[in-house]
């Protein structure tokens, strides 16, 4: 689910992105933050559902100077760019 790539840790969530996983998707990506990752990409390709509950841990994720977090979602293509 988290893995480190050059620039960029990139977590993606797999199966069904619902109340049961909120919990971890939140470890996650606040074991990041805090981790003072410099850029953050949430790849949501591998998820057949995502419902409020884990939409509302994504909106939820901070971004601050010099770091970023983007979401990718294939059926929508870039649902919110904070890098740059």
């Known amino acids: ?3 480190a790539r050059e620039g960029y ?3 993606s969530p797999l199966g069904e992105g619902d ?7 939140h470890a996650a990506l606040t074991a990041q933050v805090r981790a003072e990752t410099p850029n953050l990409v949430v790849d949501l390709a591998g998820l057949a559902y995502i ?3 884990c939409v509302q841990v994504l909106s ?3 971004c ?3 770091r970023g977090i983007v ?3 294939p059926w929508l293509g870039r649902c919110r ?3 740059g």
């Open 19 to 25: 109340v049961t996983v909120r919990l971890r998707l």
């Open 51 to 53: 419902d409020a509950s």
């Open 71 to 73: 979401h990718i979602c």
């Open 9 to 11: 840790t990139l977590v």
């Open 1 to 3: 689910m988290v893995s």
């Open 64 to 66: 601050e100077p010099g």
């Open 60 to 62: 939820r994720r901070p």
């Open 81 to 83: 760019s904070g890098i």
